[in-house]
């Protein structure tokens, strides 16, 4: 064994390969920029409100499959369940939506206000108010608990140093 071929002063074998500069062959000039695009944009993660997007639908159909498997027919339209999962997910919705909603005369918008014009477009719309029922007893405890809620949540932001 030669000691300077250990200490890279000789160039060796194994030395020459990595150094060769052989051109790798490159990518055929038949795959058009839009394929190249393309396959960019699907190799990274999706960003911000595509990636909430499509986690919200995800954990939508996941929770939609679990109460399936539980209480069978309640998720289906006309059922309490499918009626609360609607009645929710507009409400959020809709409180997004007039959070966006930026008047310049006027302070933001709450998105409860968005919240209860989604009950009320749910409730007034007869397609709609067709296929999501939810019984009177659990909408009677329900409507008590978010009164519960809204009261807490407004109460919380009382400044006492007024």
């Known amino acids: 064994m030669n000691l300077r071929s250990i200490n890279g002063n000789e160039p060796t074998e194994g030395n020459n390969q990595l150094n060769s500069s052989e051109e790798k062959p490159q990518e055929t000039p038949t795959e058009s920029n839009c394929l ?23 954990m939508i159909v996941l929770l939609c499959a679990l109460v399936w498997l539980d209480h069978g027919s309640e998720i289906l339209p ?10 929710c ?5 809709g ?4 959070g966006l909603i930026k008047l310049p005369t006027l302070p933001p918008l709450p998105s409860l206000l968005g919240m209860l014009l989604a009950g009320f477009l749910i409730r007034n719309i007869p397609v709609i108010s067709d296929n999501v029922q939810i019984q009177h007893e659990l909408s009677s405890s329900l409507r008590s608990i978010a009164l519960s809620i809204i009261v807490v949540h407004a109460s919380l932001k009382l400044d ?3």
């Open 78 to 87: 006309g059922g309490n369940v499918f009626g609360i999962i609607i009645v």
């Open 36 to 58: 190249q695009r393309l396959r960019e944009t699907f190799a990274r993660p999706p960003r911000e409100l595509l990636a909430t997007a499509i986690r919200n639908a995800t």
């Open 95 to 98: 409180g997004k939506l007039v």
């Open 89 to 93: 997910s507009c409400a959020m919705i």
């Open 160 to 162: 006492t140093k007024v």
